[in-house]
């Protein structure tokens, strides 16, 4: 009894221990797509983008109008913001994850400190601020990370300039106190309301009074400012009065100190996270992207649609080209918000369908020729199967069931080679043949199939690069990307497939697949007959 016991509690554990190792691993996937979504999805483009618009603005490229200059300008402060935005949640979700890594040594401050304010003057002069810099003789260095620290004493310069009113006056101190050097930034600038003084720190947060003359802003800085500070066994203070001005002392250590209690919280944090402690910060990222870059995103449309109408004026063959590039740049960022928001909606449980009776058909012959301008460029035949006579209708979103189609015909499309072909074919479908296909299909897990009056079957079949075995059982997975489509360079999200599928399910209806590696896919759907 005492051995069964014995094995039966070591069983349990080794259960258990998988268990753990299974829910470990799970919570890696879902950090390492947050990472790979927010910083190769969002940053590839707008660092193209940049590019583009530093060769234009450069001259290099012919030279431009006044207001062509004025057009792209504003284009290239819209991506200014986008990078900014990018950067600080990217650099949130890694503090928040993994802490603060440091790699500390002696660093002169002073130094730091004075190659700001040079870096800052021109920002300073064009708000009329002047900076003044005071530090006591013989201080000594303090022991930090100096990659880390600069952006800490960039963030608090640039929001004094920021919030000082006209004709502001900033003073820096540097000085010794206890085992500390104390960086004292004053301003008298708009002042913190009193009444938001316990927010300061935290994330997302901007005061009211600060949200009336800077609309823009995540709110972000100080609390990644506190974060990198308490990491290096520093702290940070500050008093404000509304309409007076501002006051942050930050603290940094003059002897070397091991860990802090702030980043063992930190780490002690990052390891009792949750699934949905993970899923609840990615919601955050998700809500927060889409929010700030759809404006943006927007305006720089409008921007380069009138350019490329040379509305403001000729452009040669190089500055098209260059336009042609950022424009493509950014329908790319707005494909992958729009996904974002999808995303969003389904995480938030907001992500419905409306049905009604439709023609399949009609949404079909509405959806595909869009693609055969691109399909003609790479030499594709895409086909439609004839409808030799109308089929029933279904129930679904118009909506939503053209999101689909559109989402299945251009992975086909973009996935096929030269030269390749692509077809779309539609069929009726009886509820015991569809559960045939489900217990015979080893892609295909079919859980509706009681519809008595039968589905409809839309598949859609190319000639492209295939999906390994490896990889097949991740099709639907969020942000998942083959290895072989990443080496193709062709862009997309990885969301699409993820949405499609829940759409497909949402209106009572199976996704699957047939595939084999190098040779192509089929992807089939179904929806119910009314």
Known sequence: MLCFDLCYNFNMLKVSKKKSEETNHRLEDIKSDFITIASHQLRTPISGIRWSLDTLLSGRAG????????VIQEAYQNNKFMVKVVNDLLRVSRLEEKGVDLVIKPTNLTKIIQETIKKF????????????????????????????????????????????KSKG?????????????????????????????????SKFFRARNAMKIQTEGLGLDLYIVKKIVEAHGGKIKFKSREKVGTTFYVYLPIILTRVSKAEQDDRKKDDESTADDIL????????????????????????????KGQKAGQLNNDQVELINQIYRGNERLLTLVRDLLDLAKLQEGKFDVKPQAVQLETIINDVVPGFQVEAKRKNINLTVSNFKKPLPKISGDPNRIAQVITNLVSNAVKYTPNKGKVTIGVKQIESAALKKIGEQTATA???????????????????????????????FTRFFRGKDVLK???????????????????????????????????????????
Request: charged fraction near 25%; hydrophobic fraction near 35%; aromatic fraction near 10%.
């Open 63 to 70: 030279e431009l109008s006044g207001k062509q200059k004025d």
């Open 121 to 164: 003057q021109d920002f300073a002069l064009a708000n009329n601020c002047d900076i003044n810099f005071s530090i006591e003789p013989t201080l000594p260095k303090v022991y930090v990370d100096p990659l880390q620290i600069r952006p800490v004493i960039e963030a608090l310069i640039d929001n004094a300039i920021r919030y000082t």
């Open 169 to 201: 006056k900033i003073k820096i101190s540097l000085q010794k106190f206890r085992n500390f050097l104390v960086f004292k930034i004053q301003d008298n600038g708009i002042g913190i309301p009193t009444d938001q003084h316990d927010l300061v720190f």
């Open 280 to 307: 609840k910060k990615e919601r955050e990222f998700v809500s927060v992207t889409v929010h700030e870059l759809k404006a943006p995103l927007g305006i720089t449309k409008w921007s380069l649609e009138m350019l």
């Open 445 to 475: 897990n079919i859980l509706n199939y009681h519809n008595k009056k039968g589905y409809l079957l839309l598949s859609v079949q190319d000639t492209g690069v295939g999906i390994s075995k490896k990889e097949q059982d991740k099709l």
């Open 488 to 530: 193709s360079k062709t862009e997309g999200t990885g969301l699409g497939l993820y949405i499609t599928k829940t759409i497909v399910e949402l209106h009572k209806g199976d996704i699957w697949f047939t595939s084999q590696f190098g040779k192509g896919s089929t992807f089939h759907f179904t929806l119910p007959i009314t």
